[in-house]
């Protein structure tokens, strides 16, 4: 059975940084595209990254890049999103999600994990 699990969320201070971690489980990584999201309080769900299969390309919400970096460790079927100068507009809860193999980013994300809050606050 597929499964993601986040951790690595926390409370920081503007300007600081943190790494979120998605450990994936039930599939082989290197097959999948994978996105980072987030939903801040009283906001819809908003894409953050996505890192592809194919070469791993990526991509960013323009509030986030420069910032952030997507990141894959698919022998670890991990994959990472460092998080830095963080901002108080970044807090929320940061899921990681899968479309089925071989979607490209973008399409059909079908297994999310279950979130990890992220707050941005001095």
């Known amino acids: 059975q597929l499964q993601l699990e986040e951790s690595g969320g926390g409370l920081v201070q503007p300007g600081e940084s943190l790494r979120l971690s998605c450990l994936t489980s039930g599939l082989h990584l290197k097959y999948y595209a994978i996105g980072w999201f987030r939903q801040a309080p009283g906001k819809e769900r908003e894409g953050v990254s996505c890192i592809g299969r194919y070469n791993d390309e990526t991509s960013y919400a323009d509030s986030v890049r420069g910032r952030f970096t997507i990141s894959r460790d698919s022998a670890k079927n991990m994959v990472y999103l460092q998080m830095n100068s963080l901002e108080p507009e970044d807090t929320g809860i940061y899921y990681c999600?899968?479309?089925?193999?071989?979607?490209?980013?973008?399409?059909?994300?079908?297994?999310w994990g279950q979130g990890t809050q992220v707050t941005v606050s001095s």
């Open positions: 999600a899968v479309p089925p193999p071989f979607t490209p980013c973008g399409k059909g994300y079908e297994t």
